[in-house]
């Protein structure tokens, strides 16, 4: 393996650059050596060397700016700088430009060899992260195309799911109808569960769009005045739910750095959320505090609903997810999945704390003017 790697030598001492020479040479090594360090700038313009050995002090030039040039031909380039014992100093302080190591004169084989062999070794590890990096550079890019291809087969695929649901929506409309009278009660129940499942399905297309364009769209950050933007969300989860009664109270909110329709679209799943799990009380209960902690805020939306076992709750927020029976609850699982995903797109993090039969605290952590939370 030796032979494969090239060493370079500039040093204006002829009975030092000979010597030095000799021995890399007598070590198995390919080296070529200058005393000229114009010539040898030429020559590590135009071949590829792995090693660069140059005295800290060449006449007339500055090695350390020498050094500097063969880098920017090759970052990768391993250089160690010959010195004597009075130079040591400015030999580790050269350390500070990129230099790998340096060796004393006069030279100890020993020595040499321990300090080339850690140059070949730091060469090597430079040339295989660089290729590293490019592989990854590549990979990057093959995968956003296979993404933004991914997109637009699932955009078409969603199309169609969505014409198939309302075809059978429209059908199932039509014969409702039309024939609704004339089926009898088991028949009615069956058209009713066709309605059913085709929006279902057509909502469920929905959001599984909505959570894939939120890993990848871009955000449109304004000032949100956030209590604005927590009553629309509660405006929107009451007349869906037909305007249940439920008791609210929202703490004073702070303004904050945001996509303003995303943070809402976060409410209205939290909201939702709350009053589907609380149904099973007389009266729901839903509490949005508020505490601002240096450069982010902590939000808290608290229900007296259903509550979760803590110890199923790890995937709480991954898609289709449910910790609860389907059939004591509706729902496919995907509204924390995005509410998790918009909050991290903002730089903040969401968790959730329950106990069965003990309502539901979920707590989100957002930065105020775009500063990154503090670690979880």
């Not at 880098?71 to 100093?89: A, E, N």
Request: hydrophobic share 40%.
């Amino acid at each position: 393996m030796l032979e494969q790697f090239r060493i370079i030598v500039v040093d204006d001492d002829q009975p030092h650059l000979e010597a030095l020479c000799s021995q890399l040479q007598e070590a198995g090594f390919d080296v070529n050596g200058f005393s000229d360090s114009t010539v040898a700038l030429e020559q590590l313009t135009s071949q590829r060397f792995d090693v660069l050995f140059i005295r800290l002090q060449l006449t007339g030039v500055d090695g350390i700016e020498l050094v500097q040039r063969a880098q920017q031909l090759d970052p990768d380039l391993s250089t160690v700088l010959i010195t004597d014992q009075g130079s040591i100093k400015t030999a580790i302080d050269a350390l500070k430009f990129g230099v790998l190591d340096y060796v004393l004169m006069p030279l100890k084989l020993s020595e040499l060899m321990q300090v080339t062999n850690r140059a070949i070794q730091m060469r090597k590890l430079r040339l295989e992260n660089t290729q590293l990096i490019r592989d990854l550079s590549n990979s990057n890019l093959r995968l956003r195309e296979m993404n933004h291809e991914l997109d637009h087969f699932a955009g078409r695929v969603a199309h169609d799911l969505n014409s198939l649901c309302h075809i059978i929506q429209g059908f199932a409309g039509s014969l409702t109808r039309r024939a609704y009278n004339k089926l009898d009660e088991q028949e009615q129940r069956y058209l009713l569960r066709i309605n059913e499942a085709s929006a279902r399905g057509s909502q469920l297309v929905s959001d599984l769009l909505a959570f894939a364009r939120l890993g990848s769209g871009e955000l449109q950050f304004n000032q949100v005045v956030l209590n604005e933007v927590v009553e629309k969300a509660r405006a929107l989860v009451e007349l869906k739910e037909g305007l249940r009664k439920a008791d609210w109270s929202i703490a004073i909110l702070p303004d904050i750095d945001g996509d303003e329709s995303l943070l809402e679209l976060v409410f209205v799943n939290l909201f939702s959320n709350a009053l589907k799990f609380s149904q099973i009380r007389e009266l729901p209960t839903i509490v949005v505090e508020a505490n601002v902690l240096d450069d982010v805020v902590e939000i808290k939306v608290i229900d007296n609903g259903a509550g979760f076992d803590p110890e199923r709750a790890e995937g709480l927020f991954k898609p289709f997810h449910r910790l609860h029976n389907p059939h004591d609850f509706e729902g496919h699982g995907m509204g924390l999945a995005n509410v998790k995903r918009i909050v991290e797109r903002h730089g903040g993090y969401i968790k959730a704390t329950s106990a069965p039969d003990k309502g539901a605290v979920f707590t989100l952590t957002l930065p105020i003017r775009g500063a990154t939370p503090p670690n979880r």
